[in-house]
């Protein structure tokens, strides 16, 4: 039905270049928009059989949502919360893996104007009392196949001594209501509650490298920015299945998994999986004719040496990265089996995609591509001036807090806020250069820079080569104290199988950095682990490296 394709260009105003590449984008967002309302009960609607969700379990077992179900169910959903005192502005937690009542949940939290606060289900005592006393939560929603979650919540609350509303979904739990038996009977319909575009919305707790995690805050705009996301990066058929991989408790499930792909009127695909599997993961692509799939760098990696041959993946149209840096070996053997190109951009947690490959443009590999139109993007020194093309600075976005997709600052820290957003730029901490033809590439954090002998040196590079050789699963690349030099360049390498950490496999390693790449960046330092530290998020620890090198100097 083309209303409801087309209906998300009342929002937006598009252009477009003599290639057919967007060229502008702008949000026209009326002043009380509400995603809940304004998309998914108006598109249950327009065209109530339009499937909306596709969600499968471990166990295979597959359960359909239509627009109109999803309308009606967070509605009900919307009663229940309000019926436990929930209202505008309270402050709702929901750790519910990849189950399908998330979806149920947030929307029904936009509904009411309540602030959704997605979490990760890894979360343990000390991070539930942190965020609980740091965001004022009101209330929790969790899932029952994790019991460890409940037990969590339920010690952080003692130790705090907070009321708090706690929902589970799944399961049963004493002291807990029912989020599956209550809202069954719940009343389907609402009077509308008054909501503003930029009342606040979400609230997401980053995994910084160093320190406690901050509180991003998101309004209702945000929804809508995320357009651009899915129909211009993405490429999202409305008529199509899409699966991006998330757990919902980090931001890439807000850029994958929901406000884009279904302000499209698209179908979104969840494998509610506990361990990614790779081979288990390409069959379910295969067997359930995904149309366009979004992850990180690092799973295309481990698809790769599955092996992609084994499998089916003729239904894919489409296909996009982000999370990580893209190192161009990645690309090339996607690109061959597939036929696909991975097309990468470049975001954050605080914001939806400021640099993307978008749909009709010619990736590099390894570049992040150019500036979205929906942002004006710099690239800048100390001092906040432009640099030339070639030369490496801190990336900015020219705009004021809460811009259509930004946030808004982190809550209730002026300070941080103040950090990021002044001088009418936000400062993003991640750098980068420009080619000739505006392409940028990423350099690594602020802070993950190496400076050694006068050179600033990127870990990125001197990964994507590592990272190509057969014996390294995977790496991180970090600046090591020297008396001589300030900083040596460290590769610390988790091994594939089949290899043995030894003299001669470093010295390789370390030939191999210095043909591949300039060799002033080989590492000097090969160390051989088992692991590498990761936030929860999934992210490489450098900070924790450098802490620990530093303690050892």
């Known amino acids: 039905m083309e209303q409801v394709k087309n209906y998300y260009k009342r929002f937006v105003t598009e252009g477009f270049d003599e290639n057919g590449i967007l060229s502008k984008f702008e949000i026209n967002c009326p002043d009380n928009y509400n995603f809940g309302y304004d998309i998914i009960d108006k598109f249950g609607e327009l065209e109530p059989d339009r499937r909306a969700l596709i969600h499968i379990d471990l166990q295979e077992n597959r359960t359909e949502f239509s627009y109109s179900q999803l309308s009606k169910l967070s509605t009900q959903a919307a009663n229940l919360f309000a019926s436990y005192g929930i209202k505008k502005g309270d402050k709702v937690m929901l750790v519910l893996k990849r189950n399908y009542q998330f ?27 942190y965020r609980f006393e740091r965001a004022q939560v009101k209330a929790v929603v969790c899932t029952g196949y994790n019991p460890d979650i ?16 706690k929902f589970i979904a799944n399961g049963h739990k004493d002291g807990w209501i029912s989020f599956d038996d209550e809202i069954k009977n719940m009343p389907e319909t609402m009077e509308r509650v008054a909501t503003d ?5 979400l609230l997401y707790f980053t995994s910084g ?76 692509m295969q067997d359930y004719k995904i149309t366009s799939f979004c992850a990180p760098p690092t799973m295309f990696r481990f698809f790769i040496k599955e092996g992609l041959q084994n499998y089916d993946l003729s239904s894919l149209k489409y296909s996009a990265i982000a ?36 749909v009709g443009m010619t990736p590099k590999p390894g570049s992040m591509g150019k500036p979205t139109p929906l942002y004006d993007i710099d690239i800048v020194d100390d001092d906040g001036n432009s640099v030339p093309v070639g030369e490496v600075g801190e990336i900015v976005v020219r705009a004021e807090p809460g811009k259509d997709g930004l946030f808004e600052g982190y809550y209730r820290d002026a300070e941080l806020t103040e950090e990021a957003w002044h001088d009418g730029l936000y400062h993003t901490g991640d750098t ?36 190509s050789h057969p014996s390294v699963l995977e790496c991180a690349v970090t600046g090591a104290p020297d008396p001589i030099r300030g900083q040596v360049v460290k590769a610390t390498i988790v091994l594939a199988k089949g290899y043995t950490p030894c003299e001669e496999l470093k010295k390789e390693l370390q030939t191999y ?41």
């Open 197 to 201: 575009s930029y009342d606040q919305m």
């Open 513 to 553: 950095v210095k043909k591949n790449t300039a060799p002033y960046k080989y590492p000097r330092i090969v160390e051989f682990v088992d692991e590498l530290p990761k936030t929860i998020s999934g992210k490489i620890r450098r900070a924790q490296i450098r802490n620990e090198d530093n303690k050892k100097d």
């Open 103 to 129: 979806w149920i949940a947030i929307i029904a939290l936009a509904k009411l104007g309540a602030v959704a606060i997605p979490a990760t289900h890894l979360l343990t005592t000390h991070d539930f009392t």
């Open 209 to 284: 490298t160093t320190g406690y995690p901050k509180m991003v805050a998101h309004n209702h705009r945000y929804a809508l920015a995320h357009i651009q996301t899915a129909a211009h990066w993405q490429n999202v058929d409305a008529d199509g299945i899409h699966l991006t991989i998330s757990d919902t408790g980090w931001g890439k499930a807000a850029w994958g998994k929901l406000y884009g792909q279904m302000s499209l009127g698209a179908c979104v695909f969840v494998y509610d999986f506990d361990k990614f599997i790779p081979a288990d993961m390409m069959r379910i």
């Open 150 to 165: 409940e037990t969590y919540v339920d010690e952080a609350q003692d130790e705090i001594k907070i009321d708090l509303i």
């Open 432 to 467: 980068a250069w420009k080619d000739e033809d505006g392409y940028f590439w990423y350099v690594g954090r602020n802070d993950d820079v190496i400076k050694a002998s006068g050179y600033r040196i990127g870990p990125f590079e001197i990964e994507s080569v590592l990272i």
């Open 323 to 358: 999370g990580e840096a893209l190192n161009p070996e990645v690309y090339n053997k996607w690109l061959e089996y597939t036929g696909l190109k991975l097309m990468e951009a470049f975001g954050q947690t605080e914001s939806t995609a400021l640099l993307a490959n978008l």
